[in-house]
Protein backbone atom coordinates (compact mmCIF):
# COMPACT_ATOMS: atom_id res chain seq x y z
CA UNK A 1 0.00 0.00 0.00
CA UNK A 2 1.31 3.41 -0.92
CA UNK A 3 0.21 6.59 1.04
CA UNK A 4 -2.66 8.18 -0.32
CA UNK A 5 -2.94 5.94 -3.42
CA UNK A 6 -4.90 2.80 -4.30
CA UNK A 7 -3.22 -0.50 -4.31
CA UNK A 8 -1.03 -2.01 -7.37
CA UNK A 9 -3.58 -4.70 -7.56
CA UNK A 10 -6.78 -2.52 -7.42
CA UNK A 11 -5.10 -0.46 -9.82
CA UNK A 12 -4.41 -3.80 -12.05
CA UNK A 13 -7.30 -5.48 -12.23
CA UNK A 14 -9.54 -2.06 -12.78
CA UNK A 15 -7.27 -1.66 -15.62
CA UNK A 16 -7.92 -5.20 -16.76
CA UNK A 17 -11.92 -4.97 -16.22
CA UNK A 18 -12.09 -1.35 -18.56
CA UNK A 19 -9.84 -2.96 -21.02
CA UNK A 20 -12.31 -5.68 -21.19
CA UNK A 21 -14.46 -3.00 -21.87
CA UNK A 22 -13.12 -1.82 -24.78
CA UNK A 23 -14.01 -2.48 -28.37
CA UNK A 24 -15.19 -6.58 -27.25
CA UNK A 25 -11.45 -7.17 -25.68
CA UNK A 26 -12.86 -9.64 -23.28
CA UNK A 27 -14.96 -12.56 -24.82
CA UNK A 28 -17.62 -12.04 -22.02
CA UNK A 29 -17.27 -8.34 -21.82
CA UNK A 30 -18.71 -7.31 -18.40
CA UNK A 31 -19.98 -4.10 -19.90
CA UNK A 32 -17.29 -1.98 -16.89
CA UNK A 33 -16.88 1.43 -18.25
CA UNK A 34 -16.98 2.91 -14.97
CA UNK A 35 -13.83 1.39 -13.83
CA UNK A 36 -12.38 4.16 -16.06
CA UNK A 37 -13.41 6.97 -13.97
CA UNK A 38 -11.62 5.55 -11.38
CA UNK A 39 -7.98 4.94 -12.77
CA UNK A 40 -5.05 7.30 -13.05
CA UNK A 41 -4.67 9.63 -16.03
CA UNK A 42 -1.73 7.75 -16.87
CA UNK A 43 -3.64 4.50 -17.69
CA UNK A 44 -6.69 6.37 -18.99
CA UNK A 45 -4.62 7.99 -21.64
CA UNK A 46 -3.26 4.25 -22.59
CA UNK A 47 -6.86 3.27 -23.01
CA UNK A 48 -7.89 6.32 -24.53
CA UNK A 49 -4.55 5.46 -27.04
CA UNK A 50 -5.99 1.86 -27.36
CA UNK A 51 -8.95 2.73 -28.43
CA UNK A 52 -8.23 5.16 -31.20
CA UNK A 53 -5.80 2.22 -32.19
CA UNK A 54 -8.99 0.12 -32.81
CA UNK A 55 -10.89 2.31 -35.08
CA UNK A 56 -8.08 1.75 -37.49
CA UNK A 57 -7.42 -2.17 -36.34
CA UNK A 58 -10.62 -3.44 -34.86
CA UNK A 59 -9.00 -7.17 -33.78
CA UNK A 60 -6.37 -4.63 -31.39
CA UNK A 61 -8.12 -4.70 -27.81
CA UNK A 62 -9.06 -8.33 -28.47
CA UNK A 63 -5.04 -8.99 -29.38
CA UNK A 64 -4.05 -7.27 -26.03
CA UNK A 65 -6.55 -8.85 -23.86
CA UNK A 66 -5.05 -12.30 -25.47
CA UNK A 67 -1.43 -11.60 -24.70
CA UNK A 68 -2.16 -11.24 -21.09
CA UNK A 69 -2.11 -14.78 -21.16
CA UNK A 70 -6.13 -15.37 -19.99
CA UNK A 71 -6.32 -12.63 -17.61
CA UNK A 72 -8.63 -10.25 -18.54
CA UNK A 73 -11.24 -12.65 -19.96
CA UNK A 74 -10.69 -14.15 -16.78
CA UNK A 75 -11.37 -11.05 -14.46
CA UNK A 76 -14.43 -10.30 -16.46
CA UNK A 77 -16.12 -13.52 -16.09
CA UNK A 78 -14.86 -13.89 -12.08
CA UNK A 79 -16.83 -10.56 -11.91
CA UNK A 80 -19.83 -12.00 -13.67
CA UNK A 81 -19.97 -14.75 -11.57
CA UNK A 82 -20.12 -12.52 -8.35
CA UNK A 83 -22.58 -10.31 -9.67
CA UNK A 84 -24.99 -13.49 -10.48
CA UNK A 85 -24.34 -14.71 -7.04
CA UNK A 86 -24.73 -11.20 -5.19
CA UNK A 87 -27.97 -10.98 -7.78
CA UNK A 88 -29.56 -14.69 -6.76
CA UNK A 89 -29.18 -13.16 -2.74
CA UNK A 90 -30.88 -9.94 -4.15
CA UNK A 91 -33.46 -11.95 -5.40
CA UNK A 92 -33.58 -13.62 -1.75
CA UNK A 93 -34.28 -10.83 -0.07
CA UNK A 94 -30.67 -9.85 1.05
CA UNK A 95 -30.91 -6.30 1.17
CA UNK A 96 -26.85 -5.47 2.56
CA UNK A 97 -23.97 -5.93 0.79
CA UNK A 98 -20.22 -5.97 2.37
CA UNK A 99 -17.40 -5.68 0.09
CA UNK A 100 -14.24 -6.67 1.81
CA UNK A 101 -11.51 -5.17 0.01
CA UNK A 102 -13.32 -3.47 -2.32
CA UNK A 103 -10.27 -1.18 -3.79
CA UNK A 104 -11.93 0.01 -7.12
CA UNK A 105 -15.16 -1.83 -7.37
CA UNK A 106 -17.77 -0.43 -9.49
CA UNK A 107 -20.88 -2.30 -8.15
CA UNK A 108 -22.54 0.24 -6.54
CA UNK A 109 -22.30 2.23 -9.52
CA UNK A 110 -23.50 -0.50 -12.67
CA UNK A 111 -25.40 -2.92 -11.14
CA UNK A 112 -29.40 -2.15 -11.11
CA UNK A 113 -30.32 -5.07 -9.11
CA UNK A 114 -28.42 -2.94 -5.94
CA UNK A 115 -31.36 -0.41 -6.32
CA UNK A 116 -32.91 -1.20 -3.14
CA UNK A 117 -29.79 -2.69 -1.39
CA UNK A 118 -26.86 -0.68 0.93
CA UNK A 119 -23.41 -1.40 -0.62
CA UNK A 120 -20.81 -1.16 2.36
CA UNK A 121 -17.54 -1.08 1.15
CA UNK A 122 -14.19 -1.28 3.29
CA UNK A 123 -11.28 -0.94 2.42
CA UNK A 124 -7.80 0.94 3.60
CA UNK A 125 -8.29 4.68 4.10
CA UNK A 126 -5.92 5.61 1.19
CA UNK A 127 -7.43 3.55 -1.24
CA UNK A 128 -10.90 5.08 -0.66
CA UNK A 129 -9.88 8.36 -0.11
CA UNK A 130 -8.31 8.27 -3.62
CA UNK A 131 -11.64 6.13 -5.22
CA UNK A 132 -13.93 8.55 -3.35
CA UNK A 133 -13.19 11.56 -5.12
CA UNK A 134 -12.73 9.85 -8.10
CA UNK A 135 -16.68 8.13 -8.21
CA UNK A 136 -18.33 11.26 -6.86
CA UNK A 137 -19.07 11.90 -10.62
CA UNK A 138 -20.23 8.33 -11.53
CA UNK A 139 -24.39 7.68 -11.02
CA UNK A 140 -25.01 5.52 -7.79
CA UNK A 141 -27.31 2.32 -8.83
CA UNK A 142 -27.44 1.37 -4.79
CA UNK A 143 -29.83 2.33 -2.47
CA UNK A 144 -26.95 3.84 -0.95
CA UNK A 145 -23.06 3.76 -0.80
CA UNK A 146 -21.16 3.63 2.65
CA UNK A 147 -17.55 3.49 2.60
CA UNK A 148 -15.85 2.02 5.68
CA UNK A 149 -12.46 2.66 6.04
CA UNK A 150 -10.48 -0.10 8.06
CA UNK A 151 -6.93 -0.39 8.75
CA UNK A 152 -6.80 -3.98 9.75
CA UNK A 153 -3.33 -2.85 11.39
CA UNK A 154 -5.56 -1.01 14.10
CA UNK A 155 -8.84 -1.27 13.60
CA UNK A 156 -11.59 -3.69 14.16
CA UNK A 157 -13.75 -4.51 11.46
CA UNK A 158 -16.85 -4.85 13.38
CA UNK A 159 -17.01 -1.54 15.24
CA UNK A 160 -16.28 0.02 12.13
CA UNK A 161 -19.10 -1.56 10.12
CA UNK A 162 -21.32 -0.77 13.70
CA UNK A 163 -20.16 2.76 12.91
CA UNK A 164 -21.42 2.82 9.30
CA UNK A 165 -24.47 1.14 10.04
CA UNK A 166 -24.30 -2.49 9.18
CA UNK A 167 -27.06 -4.46 10.71
CA UNK A 168 -25.79 -7.92 11.96
CA UNK A 169 -29.29 -8.63 12.46
CA UNK A 170 -30.20 -8.94 9.09
CA UNK A 171 -28.90 -11.00 6.17
CA UNK A 172 -26.04 -10.07 4.35
CA UNK A 173 -23.97 -11.15 1.06
CA UNK A 174 -20.57 -10.23 1.72
CA UNK A 175 -17.64 -10.39 -1.37
CA UNK A 176 -13.99 -10.77 -0.42
CA UNK A 177 -12.59 -10.83 -4.42
CA UNK A 178 -8.86 -10.86 -4.78
CA UNK A 179 -7.60 -10.44 -1.28
CA UNK A 180 -7.44 -14.04 0.10
CA UNK A 181 -3.86 -14.62 -1.34
CA UNK A 182 -2.09 -11.55 -0.11
CA UNK A 183 -3.30 -12.43 3.65
CA UNK A 184 -1.00 -14.73 6.00
CA UNK A 185 -3.67 -17.94 6.95
CA UNK A 186 -4.22 -16.09 10.43
CA UNK A 187 -5.66 -13.51 9.02
CA UNK A 188 -7.93 -15.08 6.55
CA UNK A 189 -9.24 -16.92 9.87
CA UNK A 190 -9.75 -13.90 11.43
CA UNK A 191 -11.36 -11.94 9.32
CA UNK A 192 -14.14 -15.20 8.97
CA UNK A 193 -14.57 -15.40 12.27
CA UNK A 194 -15.41 -11.49 12.18
CA UNK A 195 -17.80 -11.85 9.24
CA UNK A 196 -19.12 -14.77 10.85
CA UNK A 197 -19.76 -13.03 14.18
CA UNK A 198 -22.21 -10.06 12.07
CA UNK A 199 -23.51 -12.70 9.82
CA UNK A 200 -27.42 -13.38 10.37
CA UNK A 201 -28.35 -17.11 9.60
CA UNK A 202 -28.56 -17.32 5.83
CA UNK A 203 -26.17 -14.73 5.04
CA UNK A 204 -24.02 -15.87 2.06
CA UNK A 205 -20.53 -15.16 1.49
CA UNK A 206 -18.60 -15.23 -2.11
CA UNK A 207 -14.92 -15.41 -1.61
CA UNK A 208 -11.70 -15.71 -4.49
CA UNK A 209 -8.74 -17.62 -3.97
CA UNK A 210 -5.63 -18.87 -5.12
CA UNK A 211 -4.45 -22.59 -5.44
CA UNK A 212 -1.34 -23.94 -5.19
CA UNK A 213 -1.64 -24.64 -9.72
CA UNK A 214 -0.86 -20.45 -9.77
CA UNK A 215 0.69 -21.26 -12.93
CA UNK A 216 3.23 -18.09 -12.52
CA UNK A 217 3.94 -18.55 -9.37
CA UNK A 218 5.09 -22.27 -10.00
CA UNK A 219 6.95 -21.48 -13.17
CA UNK A 220 8.86 -18.38 -12.62
CA UNK A 221 7.60 -18.25 -8.45
CA UNK A 222 10.86 -16.54 -7.78
CA UNK A 223 10.78 -13.38 -10.40
CA UNK A 224 6.83 -13.13 -9.46
CA UNK A 225 7.57 -12.53 -6.10
CA UNK A 226 10.44 -10.48 -6.07
CA UNK A 227 7.84 -8.11 -8.00
CA UNK A 228 5.23 -8.51 -5.89
CA UNK A 229 7.21 -7.67 -2.86
CA UNK A 230 8.81 -4.83 -4.66
CA UNK A 231 5.08 -3.31 -4.66
CA UNK A 232 4.26 -4.30 -1.05
CA UNK A 233 2.18 -6.98 -2.30
CA UNK A 234 3.51 -10.19 -2.01
CA UNK A 235 1.86 -13.10 -2.77
CA UNK A 236 1.25 -15.20 1.45
CA UNK A 237 -1.23 -17.80 0.71
CA UNK A 238 -2.60 -20.76 -1.71
CA UNK A 239 -5.35 -22.57 -0.57
CA UNK A 240 -6.62 -26.21 -2.06
CA UNK A 241 -10.52 -26.18 -2.58
CA UNK A 242 -10.77 -28.79 0.42
CA UNK A 243 -8.48 -26.08 2.68
CA UNK A 244 -10.23 -23.25 1.99
CA UNK A 245 -13.99 -25.49 2.64
CA UNK A 246 -12.37 -26.37 6.16
CA UNK A 247 -11.46 -22.86 6.78
CA UNK A 248 -15.16 -21.85 5.88
CA UNK A 249 -16.46 -24.70 8.22
CA UNK A 250 -14.61 -23.34 11.00
CA UNK A 251 -16.10 -20.39 10.83
CA UNK A 252 -19.85 -21.26 10.73
CA UNK A 253 -20.27 -21.24 7.07
CA UNK A 254 -21.51 -24.09 4.58
CA UNK A 255 -19.64 -24.56 1.16
CA UNK A 256 -22.59 -24.25 -1.41
CA UNK A 257 -19.96 -24.30 -4.84
CA UNK A 258 -16.21 -23.85 -5.87
CA UNK A 259 -16.23 -23.43 -9.38
CA UNK A 260 -13.26 -21.95 -11.93
CA UNK A 261 -12.32 -19.93 -15.10
CA UNK A 262 -13.83 -23.04 -16.81
CA UNK A 263 -17.41 -23.23 -15.59
CA UNK A 264 -17.63 -19.15 -15.66
CA UNK A 265 -16.91 -19.56 -19.16
CA UNK A 266 -19.47 -22.44 -19.40
CA UNK A 267 -21.99 -20.10 -17.82
CA UNK A 268 -21.34 -17.03 -19.46
CA UNK A 269 -18.67 -17.42 -22.60
CA UNK A 270 -19.97 -21.08 -24.28
CA UNK A 271 -17.16 -22.07 -26.16
CA UNK A 272 -15.50 -18.44 -27.25
CA UNK A 273 -11.61 -18.39 -27.03
CA UNK A 274 -10.18 -17.39 -23.70
CA UNK A 275 -6.50 -17.26 -24.49
CA UNK A 276 -4.73 -19.04 -22.15
CA UNK A 277 -7.24 -20.33 -19.56
CA UNK A 278 -5.92 -19.48 -16.27
CA UNK A 279 -6.26 -22.35 -13.18
CA UNK A 280 -5.42 -21.09 -10.22
CA UNK A 281 -8.07 -19.04 -9.02
CA UNK A 282 -11.47 -20.39 -7.13
CA UNK A 283 -14.63 -18.56 -6.59
CA UNK A 284 -16.29 -20.16 -3.24
CA UNK A 285 -19.64 -19.51 -2.10
CA UNK A 286 -20.97 -20.56 0.95
CA UNK A 287 -24.11 -19.34 3.61
CA UNK A 288 -24.08 -18.96 7.15
CA UNK A 289 -25.28 -21.66 9.22
CA UNK A 290 -27.71 -21.10 12.07
CA UNK A 291 -25.81 -19.66 14.95
CA UNK A 292 -25.37 -22.52 17.16
CA UNK A 293 -25.57 -25.64 14.49
CA UNK A 294 -23.21 -28.40 14.28
CA UNK A 295 -21.25 -26.81 11.46
CA UNK A 296 -20.80 -23.61 13.43
CA UNK A 297 -19.90 -25.00 16.39
CA UNK A 298 -16.81 -27.42 15.09
Known amino acids: MRAGLPSVTAIFVASARALASSAGAAAC ?27 VAPFLPRAIALASFGLVDHLALRSLAIDRAAGSALARGIDQIVILGAGLDTRAHRLDALSSATVYEVDHPDTQANKRAR ?23 SLRLDEHGHDPSRRTFWIWEGVVPYL ?37 KWLVSLGMRALGEPVRTLLEPDEYARLLVEGGFHGNSDTDTAAWLAMFGGERPLGAMISYERLSLATREAHGSPAARR
Not at 33 to 40: D, K, W
Open 135 to 157: AASLPLRADALCYVPVDFTHDSL
Open 29 to 55: DPGDRAARVLLPRTVNRALSALDRGAR
Open 184 to 220: ERAAIRATLQAVAERSAAGSELATTYATPALIWMRHT
